[in-house]
């Protein structure tokens, strides 16, 4: 896999023309400054089309079916051609799978066009289009108009002033898998790098499988908190933990002795080369210093700084990013890409459940608690759940027994402390959903293709640790005081992003991505 999308879905009415209420008439289509170029650019690109839009006026009876396809038509003569057109011409409380922000416009065009649907970035103009692609598992990518309000605006992982920088961002998203020069000789020990959370090390997942196709053996370093999560890992062939003093929230004091030990262990493993995974905020440098020490004659990082001669591949990548994309971005740059047939979702190697039920876990717990779900809100959901007719299993780790079994009561399952790295993820394989605060279950779930409700709190972009390539609604107030401030507690009262969500926000949620009418 060398590039990041294969489709490009738009809306219609207010993206690619200027949105006349209920036409009827193809005589009143104007398409959008700088479509039909913007849209010849990603063709040429060998990018795939398609339109995805709501059409409740045909529903409602105020246009008839065939007017709404002459429009169509007259939007092809001037725009196209596309490879696919999915209209909902549904009524707006139809309850339908189709009308966005529901995903199935977004599956159906994926599906006609021969592509995955986390494959597919989805231009819209307002907040429903960018939902429904998340609940596809789609990229959104919003362009705003005059209509376009302004939570939606802020609400938006990316957004583009206009479809000539919507095709300009595509573009450059291309190019992040680009290879780097090709490897030579036989295939050599690889140690990846990446001494973080376990959420963390999940997201590396796509980055492992490229360096595993090309390496005899791949070696992963990381710290206490991702040991088990890099376990779940295809293509990791064992694991080294160390507690890395410039990367751990509550890190101990520097000991040379300990120092000295990870430069041993790695000398003696005869590492040919070593990929440093990192997060923007994290320098690469002092792991190289001591790697170089261990005598790893050739290092690869993402790096601002200046590297002097502890880097030989230095690379460089756009700010917002998703964090697997990152890492894949920099295994590429280091001669490491993906073989065909790998989509590039993020995997464990647990088996595949044989099928999923009405399950519903609810994780409420977070490592940083600004990520949490509020307690009381968690018991909310909970109930909500579980009136609405779904199964509820509440889970966490080993330390929150007292809140999984407030947040469980009377009406869930209590699973709390009972499920380690692997068995949560067995357990969210024949599960119907997720709800879970921006930790790292979410990622697992990603990783076994579950489906998310995500409890997202700002205090991270969503960019770049939003759920990866899995259907997912996202809750809560993207413009809370919290926003990119890296909060590990919250110290606002009431929780402010994610205090006011009302738990039936969360049914609807679990709804839409079961296909269920909200």
């Not at 609940?135 to 939570?151: D, Y």
């Not at 047939?341 to 717990?365: F, I, K, M, Q």
């Not at 609604?473 to 005081?481: I, T």
């Not at 992003?497 to 949620?509: F, K, R, S, T, Y």
């Amino acid at each position: 896999m060398t590039r990041v999308f294969d489709a490009v879905l738009c809306d219609r009415d207010d993206t690619l023309i200027r949105d006349v209420p209920r036409i009827s008439d193809p005589g009143l289509v104007v398409p959008m400054p700088g479509a039909r170029r913007a849209l010849d650019r990603l063709r040429a690109a060998g990018l795939r089309i398609g339109v995805v839009s709501n059409q409740a006026a045909v529903g409602d009876g105020y246009t008839t079916r065939a007017q709404a396809d002459a429009v169509d038509a007259r939007v092809e003569q001037l725009l196209g051609p596309f490879g696919s057109w999915q209209l909902c011409c549904h009524t707006r409380d139809g309850g339908c799978g189709c009308r966005k922000p529901a995903p199935g416009l977004i599956q159906a065009a994926a599906r006609e066009l021969g592509v995955l649907p986390h494959r597919c970035v989805v231009i819209g103009d307002i907040g429903t289009d960018l939902a429904a692609a998340a609940a596809a598992g789609a990229t959104g990518l919003l362009v705003p108009t005059a209509r376009t309000r302004a939570e939606e605006i802020s609400a938006a992982a990316y957004r583009a002033d206009d479809l000539g920088a919507a095709a300009d961002w595509i573009l450059a998203r291309q190019d992040v898998l680009r290879p780097g020069p090709a490897r030579s000789g036989q295939p050599g020990h690889v140690l990846a790098v990446r001494t973080d959370s376990a959420g963390d090390v999940l997201l590396m997942g796509p980055a492992i499988r490229a360096l595993a196709t090309h390496a005899r053996e791949v070696t992963l370093l990381t710290g206490p908190l991702g040991e088990a999560a890099g376990r779940l890992l295809p293509g990791v062939t064992r694991t080294l933990v160390w507690r890395t003093p410039w990367i751990e929230r509550d890190a101990a004091a520097v000991e040379p002795s300990e120092v000295d030990r990870l430069v041993r262990t790695v000398r003696e493993l005869s590492v040919d080369e070593a990929v440093v995974f990192t997060s923007f905020h994290q320098s690469p440098l002092p792991m190289a210093l001591l790697l170089r020490l261990a005598g790893v004659g050739r290092i690869s990082a993402i790096s601002e700084d200046y590297p002097g001669a502890l880097l030989d591949v230095r690379h460089h990548v756009p700010d917002d990013l998703p964090e697997a994309q990152r890492a894949l971005s920099l295994a590429a740059a280091a001669g490491h890409v993906l073989p065909d047939g790998d989509d590039g979702r993020l995997r464990t190697n647990l088996p595949a459940a044989d099928t999923r039920g009405r399950l519903v876990v609810v994780h409420p717990g977070a490592n940083a608690g600004a990520r949490g779900i509020p307690r009381k809100r968690a018991v909310g959901i909970v109930q909500a759940l579980a009136q609405a007719g779904y199964e509820v299993a509440v889970t966490g780790g080993p330390g929150e027994a007292e809140l999984t079994a407030e947040v469980a009561g009377d009406v869930a399952t209590d699973l709390g402390g009972q499920t380690d790295w692997a068995a949560l993820g067995r357990l969210l394989a024949r599960s119907a959903c997720l709800v879970v605060g921006n930790t790292g279950p979410a990622h697992l779930a990603a990783a076994v293709g579950t489906p998310v409700v995500s409890l997202y709190a700002p205090t991270v972009p969503l960019a770049r640790w939003g759920p990866y390539a899995v259907p997912h609604v996202r809750l809560g107030d993207p413009d809370a005081p919290c926003r990119d401030s890296r909060a590990v507690n919250c110290t606002l009262p009431g929780h402010p992003c994610l205090g006011a969500i009302d738990p039936n926000e969360v049914v609807a949620a679990v709804d839409r991505l079961l296909g269920s009418a909200s």
